[in-house]
Protein backbone atom coordinates (compact mmCIF):
# COMPACT_ATOMS: atom_id res chain seq x y z
CA UNK A 1 0.00 0.00 0.00
CA UNK A 2 1.28 3.31 -0.75
CA UNK A 3 1.19 6.80 0.30
CA UNK A 4 0.29 9.52 -1.80
CA UNK A 5 0.73 12.97 -0.36
CA UNK A 6 -1.30 15.62 -2.01
CA UNK A 7 -0.43 18.92 -1.62
CA UNK A 8 -2.85 21.71 -2.21
CA UNK A 9 -1.31 25.19 -3.00
CA UNK A 10 -4.18 26.89 -4.31
CA UNK A 11 -6.70 28.80 -1.82
CA UNK A 12 -9.23 28.81 -5.06
CA UNK A 13 -10.92 25.82 -4.09
CA UNK A 14 -14.02 24.99 -6.78
CA UNK A 15 -12.24 27.65 -9.07
CA UNK A 16 -8.87 26.50 -8.70
CA UNK A 17 -7.65 25.04 -12.07
CA UNK A 18 -4.68 23.43 -10.68
CA UNK A 19 -6.70 21.36 -7.71
CA UNK A 20 -8.98 20.08 -10.24
CA UNK A 21 -5.97 18.70 -12.82
CA UNK A 22 -4.72 16.98 -9.65
CA UNK A 23 -7.75 15.63 -8.48
CA UNK A 24 -8.73 14.14 -11.71
CA UNK A 25 -5.64 12.45 -11.74
CA UNK A 26 -6.22 11.27 -7.50
CA UNK A 27 -9.31 10.31 -9.50
CA UNK A 28 -8.30 7.96 -11.99
CA UNK A 29 -5.54 6.85 -9.40
CA UNK A 30 -7.41 5.85 -6.76
CA UNK A 31 -9.37 4.02 -9.22
CA UNK A 32 -6.45 1.73 -9.92
CA UNK A 33 -4.98 1.94 -6.58
CA UNK A 34 -7.80 1.46 -4.27
CA UNK A 35 -5.64 0.37 -1.39
CA UNK A 36 -3.31 3.21 -1.68
CA UNK A 37 -3.60 6.06 0.98
CA UNK A 38 -3.87 9.29 -0.52
CA UNK A 39 -3.36 12.13 2.33
CA UNK A 40 -4.14 15.86 1.35
CA UNK A 41 -2.35 18.36 2.75
CA UNK A 42 -4.16 21.66 1.95
CA UNK A 43 -1.46 24.82 2.45
CA UNK A 44 -3.82 27.34 3.12
CA UNK A 45 -5.47 25.57 6.10
CA UNK A 46 -2.67 24.86 7.63
CA UNK A 47 -1.24 26.71 10.69
CA UNK A 48 1.85 26.52 9.01
CA UNK A 49 4.51 28.15 11.24
CA UNK A 50 6.12 31.45 10.48
CA UNK A 51 10.22 30.63 9.37
CA UNK A 52 11.11 32.94 11.93
CA UNK A 53 14.20 34.04 13.23
CA UNK A 54 13.64 31.50 16.21
CA UNK A 55 13.43 28.33 13.87
CA UNK A 56 16.47 30.15 11.85
CA UNK A 57 18.76 29.86 14.72
CA UNK A 58 16.99 25.98 15.19
CA UNK A 59 18.05 25.40 11.83
CA UNK A 60 21.70 26.64 12.30
CA UNK A 61 22.31 25.79 15.69
CA UNK A 62 22.15 22.03 13.76
CA UNK A 63 24.09 22.99 11.41
CA UNK A 64 26.97 24.23 13.60
CA UNK A 65 26.12 21.37 15.95
CA UNK A 66 25.25 23.02 18.52
CA UNK A 67 22.36 22.47 20.93
CA UNK A 68 18.69 23.95 20.63
CA UNK A 69 17.42 25.76 23.30
CA UNK A 70 14.36 24.48 24.98
CA UNK A 71 12.35 27.23 22.70
CA UNK A 72 13.86 26.23 19.94
CA UNK A 73 13.28 22.47 20.27
CA UNK A 74 9.98 22.87 20.68
CA UNK A 75 9.70 25.10 17.48
CA UNK A 76 11.46 22.36 15.88
CA UNK A 77 9.50 19.64 16.61
CA UNK A 78 6.85 21.25 14.20
CA UNK A 79 9.12 21.62 11.42
CA UNK A 80 9.76 17.63 12.37
CA UNK A 81 6.41 16.93 12.10
CA UNK A 82 6.14 17.88 8.41
CA UNK A 83 9.27 16.46 7.24
CA UNK A 84 8.38 13.55 8.78
CA UNK A 85 4.57 13.60 6.90
CA UNK A 86 6.50 14.57 3.94
CA UNK A 87 9.44 12.29 4.04
CA UNK A 88 6.90 9.14 4.65
CA UNK A 89 4.85 9.50 1.41
CA UNK A 90 5.59 7.54 -1.62
CA UNK A 91 4.88 9.62 -4.18
CA UNK A 92 3.54 13.14 -4.40
CA UNK A 93 0.83 15.38 -6.40
CA UNK A 94 1.08 18.94 -6.12
CA UNK A 95 -1.41 21.51 -7.06
CA UNK A 96 0.68 24.47 -7.58
CA UNK A 97 -0.63 28.12 -9.21
CA UNK A 98 1.60 30.92 -10.93
CA UNK A 99 1.48 33.69 -8.40
CA UNK A 100 3.55 36.96 -9.62
CA UNK A 101 6.05 34.76 -11.64
CA UNK A 102 6.74 32.43 -9.06
CA UNK A 103 5.12 30.43 -6.49
CA UNK A 104 2.56 31.39 -3.69
CA UNK A 105 3.79 32.57 -0.48
CA UNK A 106 2.25 29.68 1.30
CA UNK A 107 4.07 27.10 -1.03
CA UNK A 108 7.13 28.93 -0.29
CA UNK A 109 7.08 28.89 3.39
CA UNK A 110 6.20 24.97 3.30
CA UNK A 111 9.42 24.54 1.24
CA UNK A 112 11.29 26.60 3.81
CA UNK A 113 10.60 24.15 6.38
CA UNK A 114 10.75 20.78 4.78
CA UNK A 115 14.18 21.69 3.26
CA UNK A 116 16.88 21.32 5.98
CA UNK A 117 20.08 19.94 6.25
CA UNK A 118 20.45 16.19 7.43
CA UNK A 119 16.87 16.15 6.99
CA UNK A 120 15.75 16.40 3.01
CA UNK A 121 19.50 17.03 1.89
CA UNK A 122 22.72 16.39 2.99
CA UNK A 123 26.28 17.27 2.59
CA UNK A 124 29.58 16.30 2.72
CA UNK A 125 33.11 18.22 1.58
CA UNK A 126 33.74 15.52 -0.87
CA UNK A 127 30.83 14.88 -2.76
CA UNK A 128 28.80 18.32 -2.11
CA UNK A 129 25.01 18.54 -2.04
CA UNK A 130 22.92 15.43 -1.91
CA UNK A 131 19.23 14.87 -1.75
CA UNK A 132 17.80 12.47 0.26
CA UNK A 133 14.35 12.08 -0.71
CA UNK A 134 15.23 9.61 -3.42
CA UNK A 135 13.17 7.32 -5.56
CA UNK A 136 9.81 8.63 -5.52
CA UNK A 137 7.37 10.39 -8.39
CA UNK A 138 5.74 14.08 -8.41
CA UNK A 139 2.95 14.94 -10.46
CA UNK A 140 2.46 18.15 -10.63
CA UNK A 141 -0.19 20.47 -11.95
CA UNK A 142 0.68 23.88 -12.62
CA UNK A 143 -1.58 26.81 -13.95
CA UNK A 144 -0.86 29.76 -14.79
CA UNK A 145 -2.71 32.97 -16.01
CA UNK A 146 -0.43 33.52 -18.76
CA UNK A 147 0.74 31.34 -21.20
CA UNK A 148 5.18 30.52 -21.15
CA UNK A 149 6.31 28.83 -24.47
CA UNK A 150 9.96 27.24 -24.14
CA UNK A 151 11.60 28.68 -26.51
CA UNK A 152 10.04 32.77 -26.34
CA UNK A 153 10.48 35.81 -24.49
CA UNK A 154 7.97 34.84 -22.08
CA UNK A 155 9.63 31.75 -21.32
CA UNK A 156 12.37 33.38 -18.82
CA UNK A 157 9.39 35.12 -16.87
CA UNK A 158 8.70 31.28 -15.53
CA UNK A 159 10.25 31.39 -12.37
CA UNK A 160 6.83 28.30 -10.91
CA UNK A 161 8.34 25.53 -12.87
CA UNK A 162 11.57 26.04 -13.37
CA UNK A 163 11.83 27.21 -9.37
CA UNK A 164 9.71 23.88 -8.61
CA UNK A 165 12.14 21.52 -10.75
CA UNK A 166 15.33 23.18 -8.96
CA UNK A 167 13.90 23.06 -5.19
CA UNK A 168 13.02 19.76 -5.51
CA UNK A 169 15.50 18.13 -7.60
CA UNK A 170 18.15 19.97 -4.59
CA UNK A 171 15.57 17.83 -2.33
CA UNK A 172 16.49 14.14 -4.82
CA UNK A 173 13.74 14.39 -6.63
CA UNK A 174 14.21 13.41 -10.51
CA UNK A 175 10.64 11.90 -11.04
CA UNK A 176 8.97 14.43 -12.59
CA UNK A 177 5.18 14.56 -14.11
CA UNK A 178 4.47 17.60 -15.38
CA UNK A 179 0.88 18.79 -16.61
CA UNK A 180 0.70 22.87 -17.46
CA UNK A 181 -2.93 24.55 -17.40
CA UNK A 182 -2.33 27.41 -19.48
CA UNK A 183 -3.79 30.23 -20.03
CA UNK A 184 -6.39 30.19 -17.18
CA UNK A 185 -6.67 34.27 -18.07
CA UNK A 186 -5.23 35.84 -20.62
CA UNK A 187 -7.45 34.21 -23.73
CA UNK A 188 -10.50 34.46 -22.28
CA UNK A 189 -12.71 31.91 -20.41
CA UNK A 190 -13.31 29.34 -22.87
CA UNK A 191 -9.70 28.61 -23.41
CA UNK A 192 -9.17 28.40 -20.25
CA UNK A 193 -12.11 25.74 -20.03
CA UNK A 194 -10.62 23.76 -22.53
CA UNK A 195 -7.44 23.84 -21.45
CA UNK A 196 -8.55 22.55 -18.47
CA UNK A 197 -10.63 19.89 -20.00
CA UNK A 198 -7.43 18.86 -22.10
CA UNK A 199 -5.24 18.92 -18.88
CA UNK A 200 -7.60 17.08 -17.01
CA UNK A 201 -7.64 14.31 -19.67
CA UNK A 202 -3.82 14.15 -20.09
CA UNK A 203 -3.79 14.04 -16.43
CA UNK A 204 -6.03 10.72 -16.03
CA UNK A 205 -3.91 8.98 -18.76
CA UNK A 206 -0.86 9.94 -16.20
CA UNK A 207 -2.09 8.57 -13.69
CA UNK A 208 -1.87 4.97 -14.95
CA UNK A 209 2.08 4.54 -14.87
CA UNK A 210 2.40 6.44 -10.98
C1 LIG B 1 -1.63 36.76 -6.44
C2 LIG B 1 -1.68 36.25 -7.84
C3 LIG B 1 -0.61 36.47 -8.69
C4 LIG B 1 -0.64 35.98 -10.00
N1 LIG B 1 0.46 36.16 -10.80
C5 LIG B 1 0.47 35.64 -12.06
C6 LIG B 1 1.62 35.75 -12.88
O1 LIG B 1 2.64 36.30 -12.52
N2 LIG B 1 1.57 35.22 -14.12
C7 LIG B 1 0.47 34.56 -14.60
O2 LIG B 1 0.50 34.08 -15.73
N3 LIG B 1 -0.63 34.43 -13.83
C8 LIG B 1 -0.66 34.94 -12.58
N4 LIG B 1 -1.76 34.80 -11.78
C9 LIG B 1 -2.92 34.04 -12.30
C10 LIG B 1 -2.90 32.60 -11.85
O3 LIG B 1 -1.70 31.96 -12.20
C11 LIG B 1 -4.08 31.85 -12.46
O4 LIG B 1 -5.29 32.42 -11.98
C12 LIG B 1 -4.05 30.37 -12.15
O5 LIG B 1 -5.15 29.76 -12.75
C13 LIG B 1 -4.04 30.13 -10.64
O6 LIG B 1 -4.10 28.76 -10.33
P1 LIG B 1 -5.43 28.14 -9.68
O7 LIG B 1 -6.50 28.32 -10.72
O8 LIG B 1 -5.07 26.72 -9.46
O9 LIG B 1 -5.70 28.89 -8.42
C14 LIG B 1 -1.76 35.27 -10.47
C15 LIG B 1 -2.85 35.07 -9.60
C16 LIG B 1 -2.82 35.55 -8.31
C17 LIG B 1 -3.98 35.30 -7.39
Known amino acids: MAKVLY?????????????????????????LNPKDQIVALDLFAEDLPPF?????NAKYNIMHDRPHSPEESAAWRVVEDYIHQFKGADKY??????????????????????VQPAYTFGYTPGEGYQGLVTGKPIFIAGARGGSYPPGTPAAAFDLQ????????????FTDFRLVLIEPTLEAGPETAYTRRQEAMAKARGMAKEF
Open 52 to 56: DGLLI
Open 161 to 172: IPYLQVILGFIG
Open 7 to 31: IKASPRTGRSHSLAVAEAFLEAYRE
Open 93 to 114: VLAAPMWNFGIPYRLKQYIDII
